[in-house]
């Protein structure tokens, strides 16, 4: 069982940056590829980042560049820097976790997920 929190949300101006960190519980961190999620009003979730265990990355391809995903396994967190951030990033920010090798971007595919974080943008 893998617990995870979001943290790091809330409001900032257009262009501004925001780090959103996710904290998981359990030894065995490391094991799991960690994704990244969003959800805007009125619209489905939607996949934003992951991270495999040995690092490698995938993003969806509107926001790289500007976003970028990071973990640290001896503190069993996820990280996404925001950066330039605009009015449509604004959503409810989930992580999530897949015991896998390869990345997913199917959120079937993740085991386990947090309560998310809001992240607003303002123009």
């Known amino acids: 069982q893998v617990q995870l929190v979001e943290s790091g949300g809330g409001l900032v101006q257009a262009g501004g940056s925001l780090r959103l960190s996710c904290a998981a519980s359990?030894?065995?961190?490391?094991?799991?590829?960690m994704g990244w999620f969003r959800q805007a009003p009125g619209k489905e979730r939607e996949f934003v980042a992951a991270i495999s265990r040995s690092g490698n990355t995938d993003y969806t391809a509107s926001l790289k560049g500007r976003f970028t995903i990071s973990r640290d396994n001896a503190k069993n967190t996820v990280y996404l820097q925001m950066d330039s951030l605009k009015p449509e990033d604004t959503a409810v920010y989930y992580c999530a976790a897949d015991y896998s090798i390869l990345i997913s971007r199917a959120q079937e595919n993740y085991d386990y997920w947090g309560q998310g974080t809001q992240v607003t943008v303002s123009s």
């Open positions: 359990g030894r065995t961190f490391s094991m799991y590829v």
